[in-house]
DNA sequence: GCCAACGTTGGC
DNA sequence: GCCAACGTTGGC
C-alpha cells in the first residue's frame, strides 16, 4: 500500500465537505505528473493525508481512503465545469480522477510551521521550495511520523 | 494582496 | 525548438 497528499483549498472543498460527503469524487486536477500519479499508481485501499492549502493556516487536516482507483475525469468534458477541457472526450480522456471516502479530521490541523519543525520530514515535496503538484506521494516514515504528530 | 516559482502557450 | 508572455499556485 501506498501512501498520498492531495491539496485541496478548504475554501473550496474541505475535509469538513469530505466528513459530511462521505466520499468524492477526487477531480479536476489538471497537471501531468499529477495526472499520472492518478491514473497509474494510486491504488484502491491507498491511505492519503488530505491537505488544506491556501488557508490559514495551511495544514494537513485528516487522512482519506482511495476505494476506486483511476478513471477518467468526466469534469474535463463538461462544458459548465470551471475545470473543462476541450482535449479531452470520453473516447479519449486526458485527466482522471479517483474515489476518496473519509477516514478522519484531525482534532488540530498539523500546520506547516509543525510540519517543517520536524526534521524527519525534510526531504516533503510539500516542504520543498516551489513544489505546486496537488498530488504528491508520502513516504511511509514520513506517513508514521506524521501520525505520531497527532498523538 | 503580493509575488516567487512553475507550467503552458504561441510566435518566430 | 527557443523563449517571452501569460496564467496559476500557494505561502506569507
Redesign the pocket.
Given at each position: 500500500m501506498s501512501h498520498w497528499l492531495l491539496?485541496s483549498?478548504p475554501d473550496v472543498y474541505s475535509i469538513q465537505d469530505l466528513k459530511r460527503d462521505g466520499s468524492t469524487e477526487w477531480e479536476g486536477v489538471?497537471?501531468?505528473?499529477a495526472r499520472n500519479f492518478l491514473r497509474d499508481q494510486i491504488k484502491k485501499g491507498d491511505l492519503v493525508f488530505f491537505?488544506?492549502?491556501?488557508?490559514?493556516?495551511?495544514g494537513i487536516a485528516g487522512i482519506a481512503k482511495v476505494v476506486k482507483e483511476g478513471f477518467p475525469d468526466a469534469s474535463a468534458w463538461n462544458k459548465k465545469s470551471p475545470h473543462y477541457d476541450p482535449?479531452s472526450s470520453q473516447e479519449k480522456p486526458v485527466w482522471y480522477a479517483v474515489q476518496i471516502k473519509f477516514i478522519k479530521a484531525f482534532k488540530t490541523l498539523i500546520d506547516?510551521?509543525m510540519l517543517?519543525s520536524a526534521a524527519e520530514l525534510n526531504q516533503m515535496g510539500?516542504l520543498?521550495?516551489?513544489?505546486?503538484?496537488?498530488v504528491q506521494p508520502v513516504r511511509e516514515s514520513e506517513w508514521k511520523h506524521i501520525l505520531k504528530m497527532t498523538a
Open positions: 491539496k483549498e489538471r497537471n501531468y505528473q491537505y488544506h492549502s491556501n488557508s490559514e493556516p495551511s482535449r506547516l510551521q517543517r510539500l520543498k521550495r516551489g513544489q505546486r503538484l496537488s
